[in-house]
């Protein structure tokens, strides 16, 4: 008989039965346990929720600096199976594509995507055109289906002077060198795919050098700022306080 139940006779004759608790886990495997459940529901968090991630560079100044640290809705465009568990793939999962679309990708969201030419890498860029979209660049004017685009966001600091007719970062898509006055017209952005640009216009390497980003490869819309710390800035704690809570748009 399990020792968890004993029969006892009673004064009678008649049987008792007795349930015994079970031995208790130590506290070693309790604290075990815990951590490994908590540790699971975070990383099933960070891959299907949210994520934080940290501004490395300046390509989206004004709107996120170097050393802000962001949270990012993974949700928010629907269920994404993550590139890899851990660096591993196996087959007869659908790794990075989307399986369950919900909201839609619109213009201007803030977008956390996998850098096409290299998929080892996070590129976090503002959403410029949509599929179907005529866009160009004129003398870093952004035009779009043949109208100057509302672009509120967009910065720039190089002089007139530094601009120049066949640089793709004044002009989209390229002039020809050799006859630069020829306007060369709109690209189109392909069915499923989107043209990303950085909000610092002048300083930011983006869908104007290297093409389009995949629907599938958008990781989720950044949402807000929760730490911002300035490694150039005076003092021991040089904190952004006043960038802290501050949404992402």
């Not at 465009?77 to 591993?88: A, I, N, T």
């Not at 619109?106 to 410029?128: A, L, S, Y």
């Not at 989209?172 to 690209?187: C, I, L, M, T």
Request: negative net charge; without cysteine; charged residues 25%.
């Amino acid at each position: 008989m399990p020792e968890a139940a004993r029969n006892y006779p009673g004064p009678n004759g008649e049987v008792s039965r007795v349930e015994t608790a079970p031995p208790r886990k130590s506290a070693a495997r309790e604290y075990g346990e815990a951590f490994g459940i908590a540790l699971v529901l975070a990383l099933i968090i960070r891959t299907f929720f949210i994520q934080a991630y940290k501004i490395p560079s300046g390509s989206m100044e004004p709107t996120l600096l170097i050393g802000d640290h962001i949270l990012v809705n993974k949700l928010i465009y629907g269920l994404r199976v993550p590139d890899s568990v851990f660096g591993l793939t196996f087959p007869g999962i659908p790794w990075g594509q989307y399986v369950f679309p919900l909201e839609s990708i619109h213009r201007g969201d803030v977008v956390v995507f996998v850098f096409p030419p290299d998929p080892t890498k996070d590129f976090i860029k503002r959403v410029i055109g949509l599929p179907g979209d005529k866009v160009q660049v004129k003398d870093s004017v952004v035009y779009l289906n043949g109208e100057k685009m509302d672009d509120p966001h967009a910065h720039f600091d190089a002089s007139p002077l530094e601009r120049s007719p066949v640089n793709l970062r004044d002009n989209f898509p390229a002039r020809d060198p050799n006859d630069p006055s020829k306007d060369p017209g709109p690209v189109t952005v392909p069915e499923g795919k989107y043209l990303m640009m950085g909000d610092n216009r002048d300083h930011s390497y983006d869908g104007r050098y290297w093409g389009f980003v995949d629907r599938n490869l958008v990781e989720g819309r950044a949402v807000i700022i929760y730490w911002s710390w300035d490694s150039d800035g005076a003092g021991i704690l040089p904190i952004r306080w006043g960038r802290f809570g501050k949404v992402v748009h």
